[in-house]
Each structure stands twice: as structure tokens, then as C-alpha cells.
């Protein structure tokens, strides 16, 4: 069994393509796309990773994040956060709230899937 | 000019001078008060030749009056 | 008297007529001399008229009836005392350089007209101290002027009595009667021939003059006589002394120093010796030459005065009027002529004081009392017709019968009694007390009117009480019990005995007393009040009349008339002055020919002019009338609030800059919360469309990664992922399109295409165009073709692109089971309507605020396409179109209203 990657992500197109290359490489893969409900999702099963979007309808991500940070069961889960806003204060906003790893769209599908063995093999 | 000031002061002492005569006679007093008098006339007369020739810096904007007599 | 003058013997040499033919000769050579001088004048040939000679015999008016009859009385009573009298002005002359050349100074910079003129102008223009003054003045002045008349009189009387075998003994009062008579015709003909008192008196000047020599040489004459005549020479005159009874020194000391004080405080303040001394200067260093000059003719005068008395007292009977010796000493010796001489020197010494007092109480009465009456009486004022000089002139000369007929009366009733001296003792002593006012007015700024004022109403209050009163005699106004146990018996209000103090001579207790008590009102009146704008400026000008040599001016900008001026002006000073000297202003301001501007300056020259006829108070006074009292903020004063005014300017000037500067930041904060607002925006605007873009494009770089592997991806998928990549392609494309749109609609840079069109066949064309979009859902549009037949003039792609937006959205976001939208048009006050209203859920109310905003797309119908720009651009279309865009609420589901007019506005103005 591969480790689990949970991807909150709204864009369909962008979750059929990640989907398709985790899987492609063994991981499982589940989705969620509503922010408002993406924290029950992570922490109704616990993934070994969690690939998360900053433009969510109804969350932003870093709020998730910070939550997800906060508690103890998900205080050190690795994160990786993807958003299609790419300015300097979006990276730092992800790394004081505690992102694993930041990346921008549009992204290398080897470097994601690189990120993502990195993060999950933690 | 302050010779001038302090002719009639000297003058004025001189004159009471006699008030602390105790005893004269009119005689003399009539010819210590008439030559007290004649000479401070003489030293009036010349310092008033000095003060005239001399600029008349405090005198600035004195003019002859006399030129204002027009008629009516 | 008249038994001390029958006592004279009985030698007759001179016949009376003779006498009053020589008499009247020699005042028609007076008249003469005066009219000459007074032509020579008009014609501006001053020449010896105005040297320094004339001058100083001009002063000898001081040398009155007094001097040349009764200082020989005096000298015969009490010895050497009487030089006392002349060693104060001597000692005021000698040091001209201290008051006089000051006195003189601002006589002429403020155009002084006499003593009560000066102490008025000095504190504040005050008319109640110009009436004080002149009051006292002539309280003063009277009984020396009834001393005159007596002198003259009893003069004719010593050779009237020559007479009394053969003829009646001529009245002595009618006698008086026609001295004063004639005495007030040529004072008012010479004396008001003018009206400026400061043009001077040329004739009269001269013609006394010529008496002050007349009189000097009478007495040298007669001294001559008597020394080497009847005496041998000044020894034996010596000798005489010593044997006389006053050989013995026995000056008292207080009454020497004591009257060497009032003599030259008399010097100072007496009416006619201001009027010679001041007003009648012409040039300031004739005072240089007047200084050892006017001394000496003091000095010639007193020489024979002693010897006089003592010949007079050894040769003539006891009991013989020494007042008179001078007369009798040379007809006791038959010297007729000399005795011819003596008697015309002691008349111009009576005349010669007598016209210049009259003169110059007269100014004083019409300034001081007659004119602020005249004006006060007319309030209109001085720009009512009616010639104000000949009020003036006429004024002056009631004045001048008026004085002389007082000091007549005067003389009737008081018997012609007392000594000669006495009585101008106590006229000294009463106009000395103008002295503390004057001297303080000229040398110490903080003297105020207040001050002025209780110094002399309580000076001269003491010396009436304890010299004037009492010098009528015991019984005469004052009761001999109240001089000798006070009033209602206190005894330290005894008038000769003031506060107890006893044994002191009563000369010397009222001269102390009135001087100390008006000096300390003065000084603590003038400290413990403030002195008014006016006075403030006066002071200065007065007391440092050296430094700046300009003139006071009190007026400001104004809105007098140049025409009322002149008008007045000509009343005052005459037609032909009055308008040359407009008329030099007029040049002067380079507007030769026309009436001059009204400047302050104008004002100022203007006053002082009128100064000159009618004194500062009145003429203040009636300028104010015209001009206007309120103008009087002052020259000086304004030059010290200068600097405030500068600084005030420059702290304004701050102010307004320093507002600037604060309404500056606030514009540059205001522009800044603008920016950062904008910056804001733009920050939010370029996230956006980062994220937009950056949303497909990792979609297509993704998918192209995954096919570029090759790999175990089957035909399925690379079918499947090549269509992801070309429709985000195009979505791409379309949001750069939608963009562009959106940027030439806000910039109002979009081109508009008007034709007619109808409305119909614009939605039938959105309709049909929204149905054929690729993967489009079915909706179901209900329509009512009838209604929407109406014709419409606009850009017709446009308002399609609005309909297919909305359509399109309501395809997208109608999330009914079996979807419908509804399009309902209809003509609603003059404008078109059409209605877009679906059956989905419609917008939530918070959203519904937002949803014309850009990238307000509010969920995550990306697949819809679209990048929530499309109700931004419709809204912009159908501002271009002269129409607007709403969501309808409440319409059980999405509902949008278009508004157009039928006509857009801007094709309106393209046909």
C-alpha cells in the first residue's frame, strides 16, 4: 500500500493532472475541493501528505493551515502548498504558517512528484 | 555747549553768594553783583560766538523762519 | 498820591499841553515806525527787521512802567533787592542753551501761539488746559496792566500838577481811559492786522523796539545826569550810598532767593514775554545774540537805578514818591528836557507791555475760549458759509478791548493803591505757576494732562488764597480776622500762615507754598494717570523736539473732501493763502492744477497753518469736523505699530503658509490613501489575473508534461488530455480578450457603431448565439416576440454581447432541475426594459453588491469558462450605451435588468 496524499484543490483539470502522476508513481491519492470543509477531511483520516491550493472557494489555504498547525495530531504532517499567485509575500505568508514546502503554478510535474516522495518518505 | 550749560548754574551760585554774607555793605554788594553780572554777560557773549560758528549738529532742519512772513 | 505829587515844587518848565502834544507826536511816530515795518514786510524787504538786535530790544517789554518808575522806588525802600528781578531772566538768557532754544524749537515746529497754546498742544490738545492757562493769564495779567495805566497816569500827573495854578487839574481816571483807549486802537490795528499769530507782528516788533531804546536811553540819560550831574561822578555816588539807610547789607535771604526764582520762572511763563520770547522769534540764533545781549540792557537798565534813589531820597523832601524819581529828580534840578525824555521812556515802557500782553492774552481769549464756543455753539461747523477769519480777527479784538478794559476797571476800583511792586510781585508769582506744566511738558515725556491740570488749579488755587486775595488789603476781599486766625478760625489755613508756618516773609510763604503744592500735584497726577494717544505723541514731539524735527500728525487717510478743506481753510487763512497753499500741495503731488490728494501729510501741513491763526486745540478741533474725530490713530504711534504690523504681517504670512503646508500634506495624504487604495487595487487586480492565467496555464503545462512522456498513457488519455490543453487554451485567450474589452470600455476609448435596429432581432441573434456555445446545457428561453418589437437606435453588437452574457450566466449558474429563463421587454418611461429572470436560486444577498465587480466570480464554476469579468464589461457596455445594468432581488431566482434609452445619447449627436 502507498502512502495516502490528500490534494484539496478546486481546478478539475489541475486535480485530474496530479492525480494521474501520484498515481502514476503508487501513491493514493483522495481529493476534497471545499475549503470550508477541507480540516474534517484531513483530519477524518490522517494522510501521510497533503497537497494544498491557497485559492479555495470559502478558505483561503493558510487558514487551513494554520489550523491544521495548531493541532497536535496534524501539528507536524508535512504540507505542501501550490497556489497560482506567485508573489514573494505569498511564499513567506506559507512559510510563517508552516508549510512543509511552497510551490507556484504552473509547476514541473517531476518537481512535484519529487516534492512529494521528499515529503511523504519523512 | 556744556560751557553753556553750566554758565547759568556758576551764575546762579555766584548770585546767591551773598546770602551767606554776614556782614557788608550795600556798596560792595552793588559792585560784587555788577561785576558778577558784567562777566557772565562776557562769557555768555562769547559762547554764544562759539555755539553759533559751530555746525549745529543738534540743530539739524533749523531754517530761517523769516521766509514764512508772507502777507494776508 | 496826589499830595505826594503837589508836594513837588512848583517849577514849571514843561506846559501839560506841550506834554501831551509831544506825547501824541510820539505815538504817531510809533504808528509810523510800525506801519513802515508792517509795508516793508508785506513786501518781503525784512531786512534789519528780523536782525538780532531787534530782537533782543523786543524783550525789554519785561522792562515795564515797574522797571524804569519802580525799581528806583524799590531801590530807595529796599536797597539792592530789586536786581533780584533782573538776575532771573539773566540767568535764564545766559542758559538759553537748557529751555529757551527748546522753548523756541517747538514754538516753531508746532506753531505755538502763546503760552496757554503751548501747555494745551503739549498735553493732548486739550482745550481745559488752554482755558486754565488763559484763565489764570489773565487774572494775572490785569492788575499788571491797571499798574501800567496808573504809572502813565500819575506820570502826566506829576506835570499836570505844573498846571494847577492856571488851569483845572485834568481827571486822572479819564486819563487812564484815553491811554487805554489808544493803547487798544494801535494794539488792534497792529496787533490783528494779521490773523496767523505766527506770521509775526513786524510792526509792532519794531515799534517796540524803538521804545525799549527810547526807554533805555531816558534812564542812562537821567543816570548820567544824576551821577555826573548832581553827584560827582560814581565815587561820591558811593559815598552817597554809604551814608544813605540802607548802607547797611540787610538782604533777607529767602526773599533773594526767592525772587531771582520767580523772576526767571516769570521770565519763562509770562504771556507777553512768551509772545516776544517764542512766538515772535524769527530765527533761532537770534537767541544766540539775545543771550549776553538782553542781559546787558538788564544790566544797563539796573546801573542808574540805585544812584537814582539815592540822589532822589538826599535831594528831594521826606515823604516824596520814590516810585516817581525819575521824573522828579531831574525837574527838581529844571532838566525839562531830560525830564521830557524820562517821561516818554516810562510811557513806552507802560505801552510797550500793555499792547504785547494785550496781544497776547487776546490770542489766548480767541483761542482758547471764544472760538471753541463760536464752534461749539455752530456744530455744523466749520463747512457752513460764513467767513471764520473775520469771526476770528473780530474776536481778537473784542478780546484786546475786553483785557484793557478790565485792567481799566480794574485800576478805578482798586484806588490805584499799593506799591508799584508789590502788585507785580503778585502778578509774578500767579503766571509762575505754569511753570511746573511747562518746564515739565518740554523735559519729562510721563507728564500727563491730568497732572498739568492739578498742578495749576492747585497752584494757582494757594496763590490766589495766599497772595492774590490778601493783596487787596486787610478787609478788602478777605477779613482781617480770617488773615490773622484762618478761615472759621483754624489756624493753619491762615492764608499767610499755611500750616502753620509762621514769621516767614508772605511773599516767599505763597511762592513756596503755591510752587511745592502745584509741583507735587503735578508729579503725582502725571504719575498715577496714563496719558491718551494724542498726548503720548505730543510729549515726544515736545520733549525731543531736537530728534525728530518733523511735526506731530494725527491724521490718517480720510474721507475728507480736498473741496470742504479748502473751503475752510480759505475762511481761515483768507482766500489767496488758503489757495496757494493748496495749490503748492497741488504741485508738490505733481497734480499741478487740481485740488491735492488728502494725504495725512496734507492734513498735518494743513493743521498746523490753522495752528498758526486759531491754536492746536481749535484747529484739531475743526478738522476733526470735516475729517472726522475717529481718524486721530497717530503718525508716530503708527511708525512704532509699524514694526508690530510688520511682524503681525509676518506671522500671518506664517500662518497661511504653514495652512498651506497642512492643507498640502492633507491633499498629499489624502492623494496617498488614494494611491495605496489604488496600489491596492491594482495589487489585487494583478493577483487576480495572475491567478487566472496561471490557472490554465498549469493546467495545459501539466498535461503537455504527461504527454511529452509518452509512457504508459493510452490513446484514451492523450485524447482526453489534448482537449484539457486546447480548451484552456481558449479559455486563455478569452480572458486576454475579455481584459482588453474591459480596458478600452473603462477608458471610455471603445468606438461605438450606431444604427437602427429593432430589439427583437438583437435577442433573437444573443439567443441563437449562446445556443451554439460547446457544451452548453440546455435552458429553455421564454420569450414574447410582440412585446419585443420596438425599434431601437444604438451600437447593436454590443447590447448583443450584454444579452449573450447574461444568457450565458444564466445557462451556467441556473442550477433549477429543468431551467428556464425568462426575457421580458416592454417601454417604460421612455426607456427600454428588458428583464433577464431564471429559475435557479439566484445570488446571495451579500453577494449581490459585488457581482458587477471584476473577478467577482462567485464560486468555482471555472469550468464555465469565463474569468468573472463579463457582468464588469456589461455594466461598462451599457454605461457607453447611455443605459445601466441592475440585479432585480426578489424575483424567485437570478434576474437581471438592462435600461437603455431608445436613442443613445451620443448617436443623438451623430445624426
Not at chain 3, 384 to 405: E, K, P
Not at chain 3, 669 to 680: T, V
Request: charge should be neutral.
Amino acid at each position: 500500500m502507498g502512502k495516502r496524499v490528500l490534494l484539496i484543490e478546486d481546478e478539475p483539470n489541475i486535480i485530474e493532472a496530479i492525480r494521474f502522476i501520484l498515481s502514476r508513481d503508487g501513491f493514493a491519492v483522495d481529493t476534497h475541493s471545499d475549503g470550508s470543509t477541507a480540516l474534517q477531511a484531513v483530519q477524518a483520516k490522517v494522510p501521510d501528505l497533503v497537497i494544498l491550493d491557497v485559492m479555495l472557494p470559502n478558505r483561503s489555504g493558510f487558514d487551513i493551515l494554520r489550523d491544521l498547525r495548531a493541532q497536535a495530531e496534524t501539528e507536524n504532517l508535512p504540507v505542501l502548498m501550490l497556489t497560482a499567485r506567485g508573489q514573494k509575500k505569498d511564499r513567506e505568508m506559507a512559510e510563517r504558517f508552516g508549510a512543509s514546502r511552497f510551490m507556484t503554478k504552473p509547476f514541473s510535474n517531476s518537481e512535484v512528484l519529487k516534492s512529494v516522495r521528499e515529503l511523504a518518505s519523512l | 555747549m556744556d560751557a553753556a550749560r553750566v554758565l547759568p548754574i556758576v551764575g546762579g551760585g555766584l548770585f546767591l553768594m551773598p546770602l551767606i554774607w554776614t556782614a557788608g555793605s550795600t556798596r560792595q554788594g552793588i559792585i560784587y553783583i555788577f561785576a558778577i553780572w558784567i562777566g557772565l554777560i562776557i562769557a555768555a557773549a562769547l559762547l554764544s560766538r562759539i555755539l553759533i560758528k559751530e555746525p549745529q549738529s543738534e540743530n539739524h532742519g533749523a531754517t530761517d523762519l523769516g521766509q514764512d512772513s508772507g502777507s494776508v | 498820591m496826589k499830595t505826594t505829587v503837589q508836594q513837588i515844587w512848583g517849577k514849571t518848565v514843561v506846559p501839560f499841553n506841550i506834554l501831551v502834544l509831544v506825547c501824541i507826536l510820539y505815538v504817531i511816530l510809533l504808528f509810523l515806525v510800525a506801519f513802515g515795518a508792517e509795508k516793508r514786510a508785506a513786501k518781503g524787504q525784512l531786512g534789519w527787521l528780523r536782525s538780532p538786535l531787534i530782537y533782543t530790544l523786543s524783550l525789554s517789554v519785561y522792562c515795564t512802567a515797574w522797571t524804569f518808575y519802580g525799581a528806583v522806588g524799590y531801590a530807595a525802600r529796599s536797597g539792592l533787592e530789586f536786581v533780584t528781578i533782573y538776575l532771573g531772566p539773566t540767568l535764564v538768557m545766559v542758559g538759553w542753551w537748557w529751555a529757551l532754544r527748546k522753548l523756541v524749537r517747538i514754538g516753531r515746529a508746532q506753531r505755538v501761539t502763546s503760552v496757554a497754546d503751548l501747555i494745551s498742544s503739549r498735553y493732548g490738545k486739550s482745550n481745559a488746559l488752554g482755558v486754565i492757562v488763559t484763565v489764570m493769564a489773565v487774572i494775572g495779567t490785569t492788575p499788571y496792566i491797571a499798574l501800567q495805566l496808573q504809572s502813565v497816569t500819575l506820570s502826566f500827573a506829576v506835570f499836570a500838577n505844573e498846571r494847577s495854578a492856571g488851569g483845572a487839574l485834568p481827571d486822572l481816571n479819564s486819563t487812564a481811559l484815553w491811554v487805554a483807549a489808544g493803547l487798544a486802537v494801535f494794539t488792534i490795528v497792529f496787533g490783528t492786522r494779521s490773523l496767523d499769530a505766527n506770521e509775526r507782528h513786524h510792526g509792532v516788533v519794531t515799534a517796540i523796539a524803538l521804545e525799549a531804546v527810547v526807554k533805555l536811553a531816558a534812564l542812562l540819560a537821567v543816570g548820567v545826569f544824576v551821577v555826573w550831574g548832581v553827584a560827582d561822578g560814581p565815587s561820591d555816588i558811593l559815598a552817597r550810598i554809604d551814608t544813605s539807610h540802607f548802607s547797611q547789607w540787610q538782604i533777607k535771604g529767602e526773599r533773594w532767593f526767592t525772587l531771582i526764582f520767580l523772576s526767571a520762572a516769570a521770565f519763562l511763563t509770562l504771556p507777553r514775554m512768551f509772545q516776544v520770547l517764542v512766538v515772535e522769534n524769527v530765527n533761532e540764533r537770534h537767541l544766540a545774540t539775545a543771550s549776553w545781549a538782553f542781559p546787558l540792557y538788564l544790566f544797563l537798565i539796573s546801573l542808574f537805578v540805585v544812584p537814582i534813589a539815592v540822589v532822589g531820597l538826599s535831594a528831594l523832601p521826606e515823604g516824596t514818591n520814590p516810585d516817581l524819581f525819575v521824573l522828579t529828580v531831574p525837574l527838581n534840578y529844571n532838566a525839562e528836557g531830560l525830564a521830557t525824555l524820562a517821561f516818554l521812556g516810562g510811557f513806552s515802557s507802560a505801552t510797550s507791555m500793555v499792547i504785547i500782553a494785550a496781544i497776547a492774552l487776546s490770542t489766548m481769549v480767541s483761542n482758547h475760549i471764544v472760538m471753541p464756543i463760536w464752534l461749539s455753539v455752530r456744530k455744523v461747523g466749520a463747512t457752513v458759509s460764513g467767513d471764520v477769519r473775520g469771526v476770528v480777527l473780530m474776536s481778537r479784538r473784542v478780546s484786546i478791548g475786553a483785557i484793557l478794559a478790565l485792567g481799566y476797571l480794574y485800576y478805578r476800583f482798586s484806588g490805584g493803591g499799593g506799591a508799584l511792586a508789590a502788585i507785580g510781585l503778585v502778578s509774578f508769582a500767579g503766571v509762575a505757576q505754569v511753570l511746573p506744566a511747562l518746564l515739565g511738558g518740554i523735559f519729562w515725556r510721563g507728564a500727563t494732562r491730568n497732572g498739568a491740570v492739578a498742578g495749576l488749579i492747585i497752584g494757582f488755587s494757594v496763590w490766589a488764597y495766599s497772595m492774590f486775595i490778601p493783596s487787596f488789603g486787610e478787609g478788602a476781599l478777605m477779613s482781617s480776622a480770617m488773615l490773622t486766625d484762618g478761615p472759621w478760625g483754624i489756624g493753619w489755613l491762615r492764608p499767610q500762615a499755611l500750616f502753620g508756618i509762621q514769621g516767614l516773609d508772605p511773599l516767599v510763604h505763597a511762592v513756596f507754598w503755591s510752587m511745592a503744592l502745584n509741583t507735587s500735584a503735578f508729579v503725582i497726577g502725571s504719575l498715577v494717570s496714563f496719558p491718551g494717544p494724542i498726548e503720548r505723541l505730543q510729549g515726544a514731539q515736545f520733549v525731543n523736539v531736537f530728534e525728530h524735527s518733523g511735526t506731530a500728525r494725527g491724521w490718517q487717510g480720510s474721507a475728507a473732501e480736498a473741496e470742504d478743506l479748502l473751503v475752510m481753510a480759505q475762511r481761515i487763512l483768507g482766500a489767496q493763502q488758503a489757495q496757494a497753499l493748496f495749490q503748492a500741495e497741488s504741485q508738490g503731488q505733481g497734480r499741478d492744477g487740481y485740488l491735492p490728494d488728502v494725504t495725512a501729510d496734507f492734513i498735518g501741513k494743513l493743521e498746523r497753518e490753522l495752528t498758526g491763526s486759531v491754536g492746536a486745540a481749535t484747529a484739531h478741533a475743526m478738522l476733526g469736523q470735516i475729517i472726522g474725530g475717529s481718524t486721530v490713530s497717530v503718525h508716530d504711534l503708527m511708525a512704532v505699530a509699524d514694526e508690530t504690523a510688520q511682524m503681525l504681517e509676518y506671522s500671518s504670512q506664517l500662518e497661511a503658509k504653514s495652512q498651506e503646508l497642512a492643507r498640502t500634506g492633507r491633499q498629499l495624504r489624502d492623494a496617498n490613501e488614494k494611491l495605496k487604495e489604488l496600489s491596492i487595487q491594482k495589487d489585487a487586480f494583478l493577483s487576480q489575473i495572475s491567478h487566472e492565467l496561471r490557472t490554465p496555464m498549469t493546467s495545459i503545462r501539466a498535461f503537455s508534461e504527461i504527454l511529452m512522456d509518452g509512457g504508459d498513457a493510452g490513446d484514451e488519455y492523450r485524447q482526453k488530455y489534448s482537449t484539457i490543453i486546447h480548451d484552456e487554451t481558449i479559455r486563455l485567450t478569452r480572458l486576454l480578450d475579455d481584459l482588453l474589452d474591459l480596458s478600452v470600455l473603462e477608458n471610455g476609448q471603445v468606438t461605438l457603431n450606431y444604427s437602427s435596429a429593432n430589439l427583437n432581432d438583437i435577442i433573437s441573434s444573443a439567443v441563437a448565439a449562446t445556443s451554439s456555445l460547446d457544451g452548453a446545457r440546455a435552458i429553455s428561453i421564454l420569450r414574447d416576440g410582440g412585446r419585443e418589437n420596438l425599434p431601437i437606435t444604438t451600437d447593436a453588437d454590443r447590447l448583443r454581447q450584454v444579452f449573450i452574457n447574461l444568457i450565458a450566466n444564466a445557462t451556467k449558474y441556473c442550477d433549477a432541475r429543468v431551467p428556464e429563463l425568462a426575457i421580458k421587454a416592454r417601454l417604460r418611461g421612455g426607456m427600454l426594459v428588458v428583464d433577464f429572470v431564471d429559475n435557479g436560486s439566484g445570488i446571495a444577498k451579500r453577494s449581490q453588491s459585488v457581482i458587477f465587480e471584476k473577478f467577482s466570480r462567485l464560486s468555482d464554476h471555472a469550468a464555465a469558462g469565463g474569468a468573472g469579468l463579463g457582468l464588469a464589461i456589461c455594466r461598462e457596455i451599457m454605461t457607453n450605451l447611455g443605459g445601466q445594468i441592475s440585479y432585480l432581488p426578489g424575483q424567485g431566482g437570478g434576474a437581471f435588468r438592462v435600461t437603455m434609452p431608445p436613442i443613445a445619447p451620443k448617436a443623438g449627436a451623430v445624426k
